[in-house]
């Protein structure tokens, strides 16, 4: 993702119209997939739970703006401090940027690249919350998402991204997110599960998802929005390096489909849309940091080895004992690891730099560089976000009382539930009876109100 990586890209000081209009539209399509991850994440937990995890996911939507605009931006994509953090005092509050002032190195407004990248900022803590279902509370997972971003993402994006960050200085390779965005939030998410501990009833209960269709919808969701994610992340339309990402995101998507089905079928017995719509998400995830990098038929086997590898990956839990709700550190984690390593097998060197894999003659180089950054990303957001969560859980508390999870944390947070069944009907049906007074009589129809 530019800057970070640029070695493709046309120098060209005018304010491309194209280029504008078009990171506007990804823009857009990466904030509809915070909303799709809710409706993925709603469906997948039980009912009295659906209202908390949709609005886990929303609220990201006004903290992380927010913070964006105060300082995020300024952490993140400012000057180089140290090679570990960002900081311009034109990008507090975005107060000293010209409406026609270019990104470097790139045809686009510096606004439409704070944009771009507030979406992803937004995206990733929410990742995390498919991790916590049912029993966090939601001020202490606001307060979190305060912290986290503050302390992890933003820095994370700074290595990865930002001119001067250490891990891109180093040529660590990640088109769109495969180390900030999904090992940041699955590792964040296995250092929270650590802190706060299983649901009641882990592995003895039942905890089956309510709505497959909404799963299928909030997976549809996402997929659609993905193209913004990863062909919006070269910023712009000029050489076709996000051409080659828009064909590769789909080719590994449909092969994690596949690969997972495969799996699930020699491994259960069964093909199913549960497994359809994760080996969709699994595919995303790992073709996001490797798509500008491999071919088609590179991204083929990117999104198949994930598929197969993230549906083993879920089953984890049940062997080591932690409980992760939604499959955060089976599909996000190992599929963002995935993704990264293999760039440094598949990287053909003729995409978006010049950086060869290991089975296209590029020796191990590239291959080490990658592991460096998915094992230093994995290592800090582990830790740090398990410290956050220990100070809010033995302050504030993060989990809700036993009594509370157990009754359904939707009522217990929000005061409401997701489906109200009592005003089901409302239209007129017809009824057959017979009047009292003639038990022989014909029974008649008679119209009344349900």
Not at 115 to 120: D, G, H, N, T, V
Not at 166 to 179: K, P, Q, R, S, Y
Not at 279 to 292: E, N, Q
Request: hydrophobic share 50%; proline share 3%; net charge negative.
């Amino acid at each position: 993702m530019p800057p970070g990586i640029t070695t493709l890209a046309a120098d060209a000081p005018e304010l491309s119209a194209a280029n504008t209009g078009f990171m506007l539209i990804c823009s857009a399509l990466v904030m509809l997939m915070t909303p799709g991850l809710a409706f993925f994440y709603g469906g997948m937990v039980r009912v009295k739970s659906t209202l908390n995890m949709l609005m886990m996911s929303f609220i990201s939507l006004g903290i992380v703006t927010v913070l964006w605009v105060l300082y995020g931006f300024s952490l993140a994509f400012g000057s180089d401090i140290g090679s570990v953090i960002g900081w311009s005092s034109d990008y507090v509050g975005l107060s000293g940027i010209g409406i026609t002032e270019l990104w470097d190195g790139t045809t686009i407004p510096v606004y439409v690249f704070a944009a771009f990248q507030l979406m992803f900022a937004v995206l990733t803590p929410a990742l995390i919350s498919g991790a916590l279902a049912d029993r966090v509370k939601f001020t202490a997972w606001a307060l979190f998402i305060v912290l986290w971003v503050t302390i992890v993402y933003f820095p994370v994006a700074h290595w990865v991204w930002g001119s001067g960050g250490w891990l891109f200085e180093m040529g660590v390779i990640d088109f769109a997110g495969g180390t900030a965005v999904h090992i940041n939030a699955g590792a964040a998410a296995l250092g929270v599960i650590f802190v706060i501990g299983k649901r009641i009833g882990f592995k003895k209960d039942p905890m089956r998802p309510h709505s497959l269709p909404l799963v299928m919808l909030g997976a549809a969701l996402l997929w659609f929005g993905w193209f913004g994610f990863n062909a919006g992340s070269w910023l712009g339309n000029d050489d076709g390096v996000g051409a080659v990402m828009f064909l590769n995101t789909q080719v590994a998507t449909a092969a994690a489909v596949l690969g997972w089905l495969v799996y699930e079928k020699l491994r259960h017995g069964s093909f199913t849309t549960l497994g359809a719509a994760s080996g969709a998400v699994s595919g995303l995830v790992a073709i996001t940091p490797a798509g500008g990098s491999v071919s088609p038929l590179g991204a083929i086997a990117v999104g198949a080895i994930a598929g197969v590898l993230c549906a083993m990956a879920v089953g984890l839990k049940y062997k080591f004992g932690y409980d992760d709700s939604l499959d955060v550190v089976g599909v996000h984690l190992v599929g963002g690891i995935i993704g990264s390593i293999l760039v440094g097998f598949f990287a053909t060197g003729g995409v978006q730099s010049d950086a060869k894999g290991l089975f296209y003659g590029g020796g191990v180089e590239q291959l080490g560089k990658q592991i460096v950054g998915v094992v230093a990303v994995l290592a800090y957001s582990l830790v740090v976000s398990g410290l956050i969560a220990l100070i809010l859980h033995r302050t504030i508390g993060m989990r809700v009382s036993e009594d509370d999870e157990i009754s359904g944390i939707d009522q217990v947070e929000h005061a409401e539930t997701a489906y109200d069944f009592s005003g089901t009907g409302g239209g007129s049906v017809a009824r057959t009876t017979a009047p009292a007074t003639d038990p022989t009589a014909a029974p008649k129809a008679k119209k009344v109100d349900a």
